[in-house]
Structures are given as C-alpha cells and as structure tokens.
C-alpha cells in the first residue's frame, strides 16, 4: 500500500497552482489537436516538446502538460469522428462507424456525451492501473543486468510496429534506420566522433526533437498536398449538449468490457492505442451485436471503442515510465521529451524521482475529470473550432514547428536537418515503413549500444554473457515467438489478399 | 518498383555505415570499441534490405506531376524560410511561410495574406513577449 502514500504526495505535487494550469492548459489543447483532422496525437505532442523546453518548466510540470494534451487527444479524437465522420487521429477511426450514423440520427449529443463518458471511464482504469502496476514492473526491472537491458531493446524493437500485419522487415529495417542515426555524434565512451563529416553540429548527435518534428509534422504537410485540397462537409450541428443519462447508462458493461480489452492492449508493447480501440470494437461487435445493428449507429458501438482507445493510451504508460520501452508512438515521443530533460525513464525512475512519476500519476486522475468536465459543455466550441480549413491550419503548425525547433538550439542548422527528416518521413511513409520503430532506434540506440559495451566490459569480450541470465533468455524467446507471429500474420495476411485478386 | 529502389538506396547506406563504422578503433576504454555496434547495427540493415530488393512488399503510388510541383514549393518554402529567417527577421519571414504554405495549400490568395498578416505578428508577440523566446523582430538586412 506504499504506492497510495507516494499518491498522495503525487496529488500535492499535482496540486500546485502552475501544474494545474498546465494542466488545464494541456487537456484543452490537446482536446482541440484531437479533434482538428490532420493533426494526431504524435503530430501534436512533437511539436508542443521544443516549446515546453523553451518556456523552462521542470520535468515534472513538462510531462504533467505533455500527458495532458496527450490524454486530450484522445477524447479530442472523437468529436470529429462523430460530427464529420473523419477520425481526429488513427485510434479514433473505429468511433466513426457508429458514431456518425448515430449523429446523422440525431442523436449527436448523445453519442459525444457516451463517448465522452467511455473515455473517461477507460482513461481512469487505465490510471488505477498504471497506479498499481507500474511500480510491481519497476520492482522486477531492478533486477535487470546490462545485457538483459540489450535484450530488451530488442524485444522493443521487434515488437513496437505491433501485429498490424504490415511485412515485419520493414519495421525492422526502420528501427535499425533509428539505431544508426542514434551513433552519429560522439562515441560517449571512447569520444571518437563516429559519421559526423567533419560537421561540428553533428558532434552531439542528431537531436531526436528535431528529428521527431520534422518526421511527423512536416512529412504530414507533404503527405497532404499530395491530393486535391477538399472542402469538408459541414459537422453535423448540434442542438442541445444535454444528453440522455439513460443512453449512457445502457452501454456500461460495453464501456466495461472496452476498458479492459484496451487496457491490456496498451500494456503489451507495440501495440498502442490504435489496436486497443479495434480490439474492444470488435470483442463487443462479437459479445453483443446480436441483432446487427453495429455499423449502424448503436451506441455500445460508440463507447467500447472510445474506453479502449483511452484505456490503452493510458496502459501504454506503463512500459514507458517503468522500464524505459514505450508500448506507441506518442509514450515514444514522451520519452524523447524526458530523455532530453535528462530524466531517464526506467525502474529507477521511481526511486530516484518519486515526485515525477506520482506528480504525474495524480495530475492524470486530475486530467481526466477536467476533460470531462470540459467535454461535455465545450463541445459546441470544439465542434465551431474543428472547421478551421487546412490550408490555414498547416501554415501555422509549419510555423510553429519552426519556433519550437529554432528556440532548442538557435541554430539554422536544426532547421535544415528538420526539413531533411520530413522528406526522409515522407519518403518512408509512401513506402509504407513505419516512423516509430525509426524513432524509437534513435532514442533508445545510445543506451543500447551503451549496455551492450558495459555487459562485453563486464564479461572481458566473453559474449556467451548476452545469453546467461534467465531474464535475457526469456526475453529473447519471447522476441523469437513475436517475431514468428508477425512473420506468420504478414504472410497470411498477403496470401488472402492474393487469393481476393485472383477470385476478382 | 519504388520498394526496390527504396532497398538499394537503404543497402548502398548500409553498407558504407559498416564499413566506415567498422573502422573506428580507440586504443583504450571499453572491450568493445566504438566500431562493433555499427556492424551489429549495419549488416542486418544489409540484409534486410538485400531481401526488400528481391521480395518486395507493397505498391507504391506516387503523386501526379501538379502535386509534386506543389511539394516541391513547400520545400523550396521551408527552405527558404529557415535560410531566411535571420536576414528578414521573424515577423516578416513568418509572413511569407503562412502565406507561401497557405497558398501551396490551396488557401486563397487574398484569404492567406490576411492570414499571414494576422498571425505572423501575433506568433512574435505571444512567443516574444509573453513566453519570452527572443525571436528578432527585424533581420541582419535592417540594420
């Protein structure tokens, strides 16, 4: 029960004038990114990190404003799905199914205050969890040796382009595109300089805030520019916020059942929010569509999928903050955040920083009763500031991107290497390689190379040292066993759709 | 075809990574050195793309011409706005970034100067003034 001691500390720190500020700050803005088509949860929170350096907040009150937009996204995600029928960013995409078609029924206040209730609801099991298991994962990581740390990586790397059944060589390739841009820069043992072309801005390495900026933010304007600029249908309108209590009430075991599916998803690395809302959906779609009327606007359709996208966004917190390995794409851009503020991520987190890791525990219970809070009455002004066009949009993220990297380092050399990343983002996005196992490589690629050196430094060059622990060997067999899923997945994945083209 | 290509541009890198990394030798430290990782790293990277060269995976679709012309100008635009940031200042070159990015967007013209024109300044004052970044108002090119 030492956690609900270390809680309470966390709620003092939480409660701190500027943090809960932040924090207000943070779930609206992160409400808004949510909800704007084009702007996602990874686009947004990347583009917020240089500026959270800039203002010179401590890491707690950083990560507190970070979590926050981070949490906002996800209920943000859900407005436009429901009046515009386009999801706000990727876990949203299954709320479109039933909550447009409830919407275009009328019953848009509704499906927004069910689907602003299943996020909270599957938000907050996900932070009782993060409460309770978070430390119990942080207990066992103490015991982890260096060459268990490599093994580790591994498994991360293996893992975090999850089981979406995209040809696993290509997220392999792009964590070990990652891993060498990771050794550009100094060598920190021996201080050779490694693939630096004689360029002293590369002596540092290649910092991973300019590369996430540019990989997200700018490879999303040239990914958009590639189609004719549409204007979006209107939202559906509203006419009163007030939704029927007993709407809500009748989808709690689907709110229930969403929570716990996500929750788990988003525990397992790799697998993140967007798998933890097509998972709950499609377990409700199984225990509960008995008369066919999923797809077609009914409600429990609306509020599996909100509770698992939240539930999962939250469990993805988990292997971030107590071993270091992010379970998604934005815990990845978090942990770039904390790495940057030297804060390093892992079972000593929570010794060494108590304050950190519970601050932020408490401020997201805090969070999520703000965001519904301001959910439920704002959503008329979320849904009017939801119908800024691209075109005015874009300029601005464009410009504000370019602050945010320019005031890290004042140097026009980090712009240029930005705008690199989005063409190299670009690039690989249209190949369909995924940009966060190359992320992912870049932030994790130091610290791997770092273990693996001290465990052969340990061992005196003995490299039989990689496979003695159990701890290492288990992980390496549960990287084999990943691995062969997704291998197995891929193949059969690309055999069905043969099978589709030579039938049609 | 793209996902070829794509392989043997990522294994031409690959390879010279393993071989220029493979070179760094220190004379003292750590058993290891700082030239084992790179090939660790470098000859999966390799093989991996050796093997996208020959199964490749997926189809791409580039975009057609006019869209291609359009992201090129957004580059030349970013480009253009890191390089001229310091001569124009920040107010100024921001103007020409929303303007450029929103036309190239589709915006209209007319729509996107009065964009520009509002934010720009407004982007200085909140950073400037109420965050307290220093970003110049006016470039080297103004005294």
Not at chain 1, 55 to 60: C, K, L, Q, S
Not at chain 1, 207 to 213: N, Q
Not at chain 2, 27 to 34: A, C, I, K, N, R
Request: with cysteine; glycine share 12%.
């Amino acid at each position: 029960m030492e956690s609900f001691l270390f809680l309470a500390d966390g709620f003092a720190v939480a409660l701190t004038p500027l943090n809960i500020a932040l924090l207000l700050l943070g779930c609206f803005t992160g409400t808004l990114i949510g909800a704007l088509p084009g702007l996602g949860p990874v686009n947004g929170v990347a583009i917020l990190i240089p500026l959270t350096f800039a203002f010179g907040f401590d890491a707690t009150s950083s990560l507190i404003l970070l979590s926050a937009v981070y949490f906002g996204c996800m209920y943000g995600g859900r407005i436009s799905s429901i009046l515009l029928n386009i999801p706000g960013d990727e876990p949203a995409v299954m709320t479109t199914l039933d909550g447009y078609p409830m919407a275009k029924q009328g019953k848009a206040a509704d499906a927004l205050a069910i689907s602003g209730v299943a996020s909270f609801f599957g938000a907050t099991v996900a932070v009782v969890g993060l409460t309770l298991f978070a430390p119990l994962l942080a207990g066992l990581a103490i015991y982890f040796g260096p060459a268990d740390y490599f093994a580790l990586y591994i498994l991360a790397f293996v893992t975090i382009g999850g089981i979406a059944g995209v040809d696993p060589r290509k997220t392999l390739l792009s964590a070990l595109i990652g891993l060498m841009i990771a050794t550009a820069g100094l060598d920190p043992i021996s201080g050779i300089p490694r693939f630096t072309f004689d360029n002293y801005h590369l002596y540092d390495g290649v910092d991973a805030i300019v590369a996430l900026v540019g990989l997200f933010a700018i490879s999303e304007i040239l990914m958009l520019l590639e189609k004719a600029a549409k204007d979006r249908a209107a939202p559906i309108g509203l006419d009163s916020w007030l939704p029927s209590v007993r709407a809500i009430w009748s989808t709690r075991w689907a709110v229930v059942r969403g929570s716990i599916v996500g929750f788990i998803a988003g525990v397992l690395p790799g697998a993140g929010a967007s798998l933890g809302s097509v998972m709950s959906y499609s377990m409700e779609k199984q225990a509960s569509d008995k008369n066919g009327t999923f797809g077609k606007g009914d409600p429990r359709g609306v509020a599996a999928p909100e509770a698992g996208n939240n539930a999962a966004s939250g469990g993805a917190l988990i292997p971030m903050l107590s071993l270091g390995v992010p379970g998604s794409g934005t815990t990845a851009v978090m942990l770039a955040m904390l790495i940057s503020l030297n804060v390093q991520p892992g079972p000593l987190l929570f010794e060494r920083q108590p304050d950190l890791v519970w601050g932020l525990v408490a401020s997201l219970y805090l969070g999520n009763v703000a965001l519904l809070i301001l959910n439920l009455p704002m959503i008329g002004l979320f849904s009017r500031l939801m119908m800024v066009p691209t075109w005015a949009l874009m300029p601005i993220v464009a410009a504000v991107s370019f602050v945010g990297v320019f005031s890290i380092s004042n140097s026009i050399f980090d712009l240029e290497l930005m705008i690199m990343f989005g063409v190299l983002g670009y690039l690989l996005r249209k190949l369909d390689i995924s940009l966060v196992p190359l992320v992912l490589g870049l932030l994790l690629g130091g610290d791997m190379e770092r273990n693996l050196r001290r465990a052969l430094s340990i061992s005196d060059g003995e490299w039989g040292v990689l496979l003695e622990s159990p701890i290492s060997l288990t992980l390496y067999a549960l990287t084999a066993v990943f691995l062969g899923l997704s291998v197995w997945l891929a193949r059969r994945d690309r055999k069905r759709r043969q099978a589709r083209l030579t039938e049609g | 075809m793209s996902v070829r290509l794509a392989g043997v541009a990522i294994f031409m890198i690959a390879a010279l990574f393993t071989w220029y990394g493979r070179g760094y030798t220190a004379s003292f430290g750590d058993v290891l050195g700082p030239g084992v990782f790179p090939v660790i790293v470098g000859i999966p990277a390799m093989i991996l793309s050796a093997s996208l060269v020959v199964f490749p995976s997926g189809q791409v679709e580039w975009p057609e011409r006019p869209y291609l012309v359009r992201q090129l100008a957004a580059l030349a635009i970013l480009a253009g706005y890191a390089w001229l940031l310091g001569p124009l200042g920040f107010p100024l070159a921001t103007f020409g970034l929303i303007v450029g990015i929103g036309i190239v967007l589709g915006g209209a013209p007319l729509k996107a100067v009065i964009l520009g024109a509002l934010f720009a300044p407004a982007l200085w004052a909140l950073f400037d003034q109420v965050l307290g970044l220093p970003l110049a108002v006016l470039g080297d090119w103004f005294g």
